[in-house]
């Protein structure tokens, strides 16, 4: 299935996108990376000595 460049860019899809069907429709969901960045934060948390159990 092709897209435009511009509904591309709009709702921000990159490589993936899920595809969801329904009874009535069919959605096209772009799959975000929800922990980019994560293993940066870790470990400046390290650096600064805020990684450190409660």
Do not use: A
């Not at 772009?30 to 409660?54: A, C, Q, T, Y």
């Amino acid at each position: 299935m092709r897209l435009s460049k511009s509904l591309i860019k709009k709702y921000n899809i990159n490589d993936k996108i899920e595809l969801i069907l329904t009874k009535d429709f069919l959605i096209f969901k772009p799959i975000k990376k929800v922990r980019i960045g994560w293993g940066k934060s870790f470990k400046k948390m390290h650096e600064n000595g805020d990684d450190k159990l409660l």
